[in-house]
């Protein structure tokens, strides 16, 4: 393949994430990647601080995952879900039920976390439907959250950074709460608490369900919040006779520091959404946990669960999930994430000397520099990847969330580089910072 070629096809006919046709961002073209490292076209190494979107914890061309997808290809690439069942999809369930909360023990398998979104609030709305409450169809969540890109989890996206406007009239109106204040590790206080315990009060007997991603709110921000809030939504949720969905798909398998986030606040939601860890990064595959309650209640009075993929369950998608969670409750992995946390702690505490930078967090494997401004992303790609690092900043923050392999060096030359870019883009801010503040 002639790399120039390719690139230039790429930019006039292929959509990436979130880009123009007509004026997209440059694209790196990938030759290889291997452990912490993506290897580029022109043989330049780049350490991997986004894990692909949360999703490579393992690293990439893991001996163990690339074995289980071989293993599992030399049997059978696929086989419909409807009729037929296989070792790969009950091994998985099995361990997914072990290893999330108590008392979630029914598992629907989705091609991708946004459809995982879209099941569960199909499952809640289904589960009012069968108990005689049709009219619980709305959904309650927090300003600031994501879910996804399909038209349901759109709805319960930010408003803003959501982009309800360019849907509106087509997406469901859910009802929203501003973003929890309280921020994780720092005192609780009751009244955070106030506007959403008024709001489901309000309106519970429209409401299916509460979405939320747990203690961690992901593309809507990076803000990590207290894990009291998560308590009392949970409290409130039971008070009132709503569902309870934790959306786990960033935060699930390890990142925040546990298991899985609702685990800081001691809760078990009455539905979770798990993907992008879920398979190690190989592949697409979500899963939604449900428990008895709703998984039996979705069917009372004879019902099913109207919702069936054509590529449900997988086989490859499943064996790797399985070999990755294995690999995963096999590892060391609290004492790798904590030291991850503690590196970025120390490496990127120099950011906050930075006059632009408004605030720097560490949560689990998660680094966070919130900027004051919106950062330029071809600035700031160009400026790491000329420093041997794959960062890519969106909005107001610089994030990593790093390999769980990442070695103390590789964690150190993540950091140094983020301080270095980021004193540059101080003494630059035309060149790396969307003109006009959004504030601190
Ligand atoms: C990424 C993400 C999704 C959407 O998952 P896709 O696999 O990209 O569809 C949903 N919720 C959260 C919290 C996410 O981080």
């Not at 330049?44 to 999703?55: C, E, K, T, V």
């Not at 296989?86 to 946004?114: M, Y």
């Not at 399909?150 to 950074?161: F, I, K, N």
């Not at 069917?299 to 669960?305: I, K, L, Q, T, Y």
Request: proline share 5%; net charge negative; with cysteine.
């Amino acid at each position: 393949m002639n790399v120039r070629d390719a690139l230039r096809f790429d930019r006039e006919h292929i959509w990436h994430p979130y880009t123009s046709m007509t004026d997209p961002l440059p694209v790196l073209p990938v030759e290889s990647a291997s452990g912490c490292r993506i290897r580029l076209a022109d043989g330049q190494d780049l350490i991997d601080g986004m894990a692909s979107w949360w999703s490579a914890i393992h690293g990439y061309n893991h001996p163990v995952l690339n074995a289980a997808v071989e293993r599992q290809l030399s049997k059978m690439a696929h086989v419909m879900f409807g009729g037929l069942t296989h070792e790969p999809a009950v091994e998985l369930a099995r361990a997914l039920i072990g290893a999330t909360p108590e008392p979630l023990r029914h598992v629907f398998f989705a091609d991708s976390g946004s459809v995982s979104v879209e099941v569960a609030i199909k499952m809640a709305v289904q589960y009012w439907h069968a108990r005689g409450r049709p009219q619980k169809t709305r959904l309650l969540t927090i300003r600031r959250g994501y879910h996804g890109d399909t038209l349901g989890a759109m709805s319960v996206c930010d408003p803003v950074t959501g982009m309800h406007s360019l849907f509106a009239g087509i997406l469901p109106q859910q009802v929203f709460v501003a973003e929890p204040r309280c921020a994780f590790g720092a005192e609780w206080d009751e009244s955070d608490i106030g506007e959403f315990r008024s709001a489901i009060g309000r309106h519970a007997g429209e409401l299916a369900a509460v979405i939320l991603e747990p203690v961690v709110q992901g593309a809507g921000g990076m803000r990590f919040y207290s894990p009291h809030y998560l308590k009392r939504v949970r409290e409130l949720c039971d008070e009132h006779d709503v569902l309870l969905v934790a959306d786990e798909i960033a935060t699930g398998f390890g990142r925040t520091g546990r298991l899985f986030a609702c685990e800081h606040a001691g809760i078990s939601p009455d539905i979770m959404c798990v993907g992008k860890a879920l398979t190690g990064g190989y592949m697409t595959l979500a899963a939604v946990l449900a428990t008895g309650r709703v998984a039996y209640g979705v069917s009372e009075g004879g019902g099913v669960f109207m919702h069936g993929p054509t590529f449900m369950a997988n086989p490859l998608a499943c064996a790797v999930s399985l070999a990755s969670v294995n690999l995963l409750l096999e590892s060391p992995w609290q004492a790798r994430v904590a030291a991850i946390g503690e590196s970025l702690r120390a490496g990127l505490a120099p950011c906050r000397e930075l006059g632009c930078v408004a605030d720097v967090r560490v949560l689990g494997a998660i680094g966070v520099v919130e900027t004051k401004r919106s950062c330029v992303v071809e600035a700031f790609q160009k400026a790491f990847v000329a420093r041997g690092v794959w960062v890519r900043p969106f909005g107001r923050v610089v994030y990593v969330m790093p390999p769980y392999v990442m070695g103390k060096d590789e964690l150190a030359a993540l950091a140094t580089a983020i301080v270095d870019v980021l004193s540059l883009a101080d003494g630059a801010e035309a060149e790396f910072f969307e003109p006009g503040s959004r504030g601190g």
